[in-house]
């Protein structure tokens, strides 16, 4: 089985730092993007940033600038530091991954289970 397991996020004061780090675990075959996802309460859930294996990155227009995404594929590791956070960016943080397993060499989408970033003094 292929699980994601996401660091806790946590409360952060407007202007504050966070790094979220995110582990896929398992009969894991190929990873080709791991990529983080938020959710605010009443809202759909957006891309934050995606990377692929080779390290292309792709930044939400919101977070260009202020976010950075990085990868340990040694790790099967994704990581989302995010500098000089805002209100908004309050919402739940879930870890994605593309990828395929030993069991079964189709690519499919895993998901973490989400962890909450609050932004507020």
């Known amino acids: 089985q292929v699980q994601l397991v996401e660091s806790e996020g946590g409360l952060v004061q407007p202007g504050g730092s966070l790094r979220l780090s995110c582990v896929a675990s398992?009969?894991?075959?190929?990873?080709?993007?791991m990529g983080w996802y938020r959710q605010a309460p009443s809202k759909p859930r957006e891309l934050v940033a995606v990377i692929e294996s080779g390290g292309n990155t792709k930044y939400a227009d919101f977070v260009k600038g202020r976010f950075t995404i990085s990868r340990d594929n040694a790790k099967n590791t994704v990581y989302l530091q995010m500098n000089s956070l805002k209100p908004e960016d309050s919402a739940a943080y879930y870890c994605?991954?593309?990828?395929?397993?030993?069991?079964?060499?189709?690519?499919?989408?895993?998901w973490g289970q989400g962890t909450q970033v609050i932004v507020s003094s």
């Open positions: 994605n991954a593309d990828l395929s397993s030993y069991t079964d060499l189709r690519r499919y989408d895993y």
């Open positions: 398992g009969s894991i075959s190929s990873i080709y993007s």
